[in-house]
């Protein structure tokens, strides 16, 4: 359901880096989100932990197992108006052990989607990373939309409505883990000015880093779980990775589980 790897740098990796702190065998890392050597090592002692394949990528097993011993959730989203999404994105995340939320076109699709989002939820604090599949345009998100000619009324999180549909994206802040993170994975929902407004509004809504893709994005196999090309990300508060990184660490990163 993921893929990080030595050179991989986003919030993700600070969630991933967390984790190996609190869980067996608690490794001694920093938490910056990058992905290096000294991080490498720490997945490669976790998979030797729990009997996985010590190949230093965090992957499907690996990151299923992270989600495990925390009690933490994945939880993707995919606009299924359009028959590709669900061919491929849906499959995808199926095929590798998930089970998506997929919705179809609907007016009000945004209040909607947080309401099932708050359903799959464990309770406060229980979602690690949230991921949207759909389509995008600059500073917007499809949520229910399908195309974005003539897309329902409120279904996509854009700049433009944000005012709107802001009390039902209140709605799941709380379910979030402080050093989770959420994924805009529409084409192009990151580029412009539009772009980075949208992903600091949320992120400020949330609590949690958001980012977006800034050009266009690809679907299915691999390509599902990932970002082309560069990113825009926002962080609740302002700041940058470094800085979160940091706080969520002297928050979050010490504390030592059984698991």
């Known amino acids: 359901m993921i893929r990080l790897s030595q050179g991989s740098v986003a919030p993700v990796v600070t969630t991933l880096q ?14 910056d989100g990058q992905f290096g050597s000294k991080t490498k ?5 976790f998979q030797n932990q729990h009997g996985l394949d010590p190949d230093g990528i965090v992957g499907r097993f690996t990151w299923t197992q992270a989600m495990s011993v925390s009690n933490l959730l994945t939880i993707d989203v995919v606009d299924g108006t ?12 199926v095929a590798a052990g998930g089970d998506p939320i997929v919705v179809f076109g609907m ?45 329902p009324h409120l279904a996509s999180v854009s700049d433009g409505n944000f005012n709107q549909v802001q009390g039902s994206l209140q709605r799941i802040s709380r379910l979030f883990i402080a050093f989770g993170c959420v994924q805009l994975l529409g084409c192009s929902v990151g580029g412009g000015p539009k772009g ?5 509004k949320l ?9 977006a893709g800034i050009f266009d994005q690809l679907g299915g196999g691999g390509n599902t779980f990932k970002f082309e090309g560069p990113t825009v990300t926002g962080f609740p508060g302002g700041g940058n990775l470094s800085t979160w990184s940091s706080k969520v660490e002297a928050s979050h990163g010490n504390v030592t589980m059984a698991t």
């Open 18 to 31: 967390i984790l190996l702190r609190r869980h067996r065998p608690h490794a001694q890392i920093k938490s």
């Open 41 to 45: 090592g720490a997945a490669v002692g």
């Open 82 to 93: 359009d028959p590709s999404l669900v061919a491929l994105e849906a499959a995808d995340i």
């Open 107 to 151: 007016s009000g699709g945004v209040d909607f989607v947080m309401n099932q989002i708050a359903g799959r939820a464990r309770g406060p604090e229980s979602i690690a990373l949230l991921r949207f599949h759909g389509h995008g345009n600059r500073g917007q998100q499809n949520l229910t939309g399908g195309d974005l000619n003539g897309a």
């Open 196 to 200: 980075a407004s949208l992903v600091q």
């Open 203 to 211: 992120a400020n809504v949330w609590g949690v880093p958001v980012t």
